[in-house]
């Protein structure tokens, strides 16, 4: 007995063919034909393909034939949620921060007096969330990368998003 996926249809939602789940998820067409007949994938071309559609990697099966198999999936899924909200609770320490930065920025208002400081002050805001930016691209999602590696490439508001509207159903 073969799986039962739902690729195929998660793919056709999305308005995309064969050829286009296969370049977005860097497989080839014949990888994504496989899997769409129900015939067992590795667990790391399984996450490829849910990132690539957005969806949680149980959510690519209507039913699994094989019980290892199906306890693979649900453990990796389970594992999965768990580093998302890991991931997103150390995310809001650099939320908070930038927080901080702008009432800060607030703050000192009331202490510029001369023209001078106002065009420092004017000047800081950009460069501030500039740095932030630059902090959170080349050091702080790198590092969640490595600490929460199933994570990697999701992109958290879609996954969030995605997966309150299917625990609503």
């Known amino acids: 007995m073969k799986n039962k996926t739902l690729i195929a249809a998660l793919r056709k939602?999305?308005?995309?063919?064969?050829?286009?789940l296969a370049e977005k998820c860097n497989l080839s067409v014949r990888t994504i034909q496989r899997l769409e007949s129900g015939e067992?994938?590795?667990?790391?071309?399984?996450?490829?393909?849910?990132?690539?559609?957005?969806?949680?990697?149980?959510?690519?099966?209507d039913s699994i034939a094989n019980h290892d198999k199906e306890q693979e999936i649900t453990n990796y899924a389970e594992l999965q949620q768990n580093q998302v909200t890991?991931?997103?609770?150390?995310?809001k320490l650099y939320v908070i921060a930038k927080i901080i930065?702008?009432?800060?920025?607030?703050?000192?208002?009331?202490?510029?007096?001369?023209?001078l400081l106002w065009v420092f002050w004017l000047f800081m805001w950009p460069i501030g969330f500039i740095i932030f930016s630059v902090v959170n691209t080349i050091?702080?999602?790198?590092?969640?990368?490595t600490k929460y590696?199933?994570?990697?490439?999701?992109?958290?508001?879609?996954?969030?998003?995605?997966?309150?509207?299917?625990?609503?159903?």
């Open 101 to 115: 930065f702008g009432l800060a920025m607030i703050c000192l208002t009331s202490f510029i007096q001369t023209g």
């Open 139 to 145: 050091w702080l999602q790198p590092k969640l990368d």
């Open 13 to 20: 939602q999305k308005g995309w063919t064969q050829e286009i």
């Open 86 to 91: 890991q991931r997103r609770s150390a995310h």
């Open 40 to 61: 067992d994938g590795n667990i790391s071309t399984l996450n490829v393909i849910a990132q690539a559609l957005d969806v949680k990697i149980g959510d690519l099966f």
């Open 149 to 169: 590696p199933l994570t990697k490439g999701i992109d958290l508001k879609a996954y969030k998003e995605a997966h309150q509207s299917v625990e609503g159903d």
